[in-house]
């Protein structure tokens, strides 16, 4: 094989890893979104659940980061955690937590499923907290 054809194939490779990669970064940090549409919030992206109003329980906010014992199906990078963990106390829970360190954290239960949610910004989070309590309570 020839020097040339060798480093084409080298640049191939690379150009595809790096695709590849951003690709993967991309589907985990930009297409996670949360909104609220009607009676239901709404996770898009990776770890995508639609929660409607209705099914809400046992609402609180928590004023202190939650702490897991492990990750069972989710991503976990710097302060931003979506997907499926587990509690210190073993129990299962789906979060969607853009700011690990920024508490408060919403906690409820929907279908027999425990979730906890937080925004980029306790402002964001306790907004939230407001809509999803005036809602349940309707």
Request: proline residues 2%.
């Amino acid at each position: 094989m020839s020097k040339g054809l060798k480093i084409f194939i080298t640049i191939i490779i690379v150009a595809g890893i790096g695709i590849f990669l951003f690709f993967i970064f991309n589907v985990m940090f930009s297409i996670n979104k949360l909104s609220v549409e009607g009676d239901t919030i709404e996770i898009k992206g990776l770890y995508s659940k639609s929660i409607e109003f209705d099914s809400i329980q046992n609402l609180s906010l928590l004023e202190d980061s939650p702490v897991f014992s492990k990750r069972t199906n989710g991503s976990s990078v710097n302060e931003i955690k979506k997907g499926y963990f587990q509690l210190e106390d073993g129990s299962a829970v789906f979060v969607y937590i853009e700011k690990y360190e920024t508490p408060p954290f919403i906690k409820f239960t929907s279908i027999n499923e425990q979730i906890i949610i937080n925004l980029d910004s306790s402002d964001k989070t306790r907004n939230l907290y407001d809509e999803i309590k005036e809602k349940i309570s309707e």
